[in-house]
Nanobody, 123 residues
Framework: VQLQASGGGLVQAGDSLTLSCAAS????????VGWFRQGPGNEREFVSC???????KYADSVQGRFAISRDNAKNTVYLQMNSLKPEDTAVYYC??????????????????WGQGTQVTVSS
């Protein structure tokens, strides 16, 4: 599976942005697709994921502000980010896994990664 993340940019606090993760080369619908982010000086952290069978999970820091969706016909997962804060500034990566649901927040279980897209939120 090859993944390509896009949609990042420079926005102001309170603005919205939608990231896309386009997949090719594999059975996309059989994978859980997740979003992770890595801010300056920080470790990569889980943001959200959408399972192959329709489950969603969010990090506490984005719950209620971000929404993940999936279009299997287009092999694409979207991350709608609302009410953005400066602390959301990071490189955002999408990734794919077939790990059990209980492990989907752990980056080491994702075998396929996109190249990352920069999101910068100014105050």
């Amino acid at each position: 599976v090859q993944l390509q993340a896009s949609g990042g940019g420079l926005v102001q606090a309170g603005d919205s942005l939608t990231l896309s993760c386009a997949a090719s080369g594999g059975l996309f619908r059989s994978y859980t697709v997740g979003w992770f982010r890595q801010g300056p000086g920080n470790e990569r952290e889980f943001v959200s994921c959408f399972s192959w069978d329709g489950k969603r999970k969010y990090a506490d820091s984005v719950q209620g502000r971000f929404a993940i969706s999936r279009d299997n016909a287009k092999n694409t997962v979207y991350l709608q980010m609302n009410s953005l804060k400066p602390e959301d500034t990071a490189v955002y990566y999408c990734a794919a896994t077939r790990v059990v649901w209980g492990r989907v927040t752990e980056a080491e279980h994702y075998g396929y990664w996109g190249q990352g897209t920069q999101v910068t939120v100014s105050s």
